[in-house]
T-cell receptor, first 115, second 115 residues
Framework: DTGVSQNPRHKITKRGQNVTFRCDPI?????LYWYRQTLGQGPEFLTY????????KSRLLSDRFSAERPKGSFSTLEIQRTEQGDSAMYLCASKSGSGTNYGYTFGSGTRLTVV | AQTVTQSQPEMSVQEAETVTLSCTYDTSENNYYLFWYKQPPSRQMILVIRQEAYKQQNATENRFSVNFQKAAKSFSLKISDSQLGDTAMYFCASSIYSGNTPLVFGKGTRLSVIA
């Protein structure tokens, strides 16, 4: 297992188009988190899953955003009708729900540019 | 609600010298975790050091150590013998002890190590 994998690494899209990102967490991690990071800022929480259940969504997750985690494995984040303000790095992180290693492992992120 | 504040947007240090990055936080919880993450340019976020709030002893990891002042809600990171590879954005983050809650990040400090 090589860690958290995110695809694509970069995405350039025209305003109004839909985009979908994928995150493959560490296989034994049952919790998966999505964050958004804009230039010069720290990551901001979007949503998280425990197994296949989406347990929390932040107010940043507008109606144009949807996330899924079918079967509790990989997750997808879709943005519909993209806007220039959606340009950001989208980070995925996973963690184990038990044990003493209370650490989050991050992927390399997907950088979205909306033109 | 938790908040994390990093008041130093940028810092620089000479190679082999020591530097301290500041972080303050606010929480109404009694049990929580505090973290320092490193994000090198165009690379993924990695955990530097973690502190459990119930532990009085400051965490250390090789050249990295923290000064945790629970009453003052302060959590600074000290990097000793700075190396060029330490150049990165450093984020302070907190999480409630329950294990499910997402990380809350500060805005980060950009550290440059100068040869």
């Amino acid at each position: 297992d090589t860690g958290v994998s995110q695809n694509p690494r970069h995405k350039i899209t025209k305003r109004g188009q839909n985009v979908t990102f994928r995150c493959d967490p560490i296989s034994e991690h049952n919790r998966l988190y999505w964050y958004r990071q804009t230039l010069g800022q720290g990551p901001e929480f979007l949503t998280y899953f425990q197994n296949e259940a989406q347990l929390e969504k932040s107010r940043l997750l507008s109606d144009r955003f949807s996330a899924e985690r079918p079967k509790g494995s990989f997750s997808t984040l879709e943005i519909q009708r993209t806007e220039q303000g959606d340009s950001a790095m989208y980070l995925c992180a996973s963690k184990s729900g038990s044990g003493t290693n209370y650490g989050y492992t991050f992927g390399s992120g997907t950088r979205l540019t909306v033109v | 609600a938790q908040t994390v504040t990093q008041s130093q947007p940028e810092m620089s240090v000479q190679e082999a010298e020591t530097v301290t990055l500041s972080c303050t936080y606010d929480t109404s919880e009694n049990n929580y975790y505090l973290f320092w993450y490193k994000q090198p340019p165009s690379r993924q976020m990695i955990l530097v050091i973690r502190q459990e709030a119930y532990k009085q002893q400051n965490a250390t990891e090789n050249r990295f150590s923290v000064n945790f002042q629970k009453a003052a809600k302060s959590f600074s990171l000290k990097i000793s013998d700075s190396q060029l590879g330490d150049t990165a954005m450093y984020f302070c983050a907190s999480s409630i002890y329950s294990g499910n809650t997402p990380l809350v990040f500060g805005k980060g400090t950009r550290l440059s190590v100068i040869a």
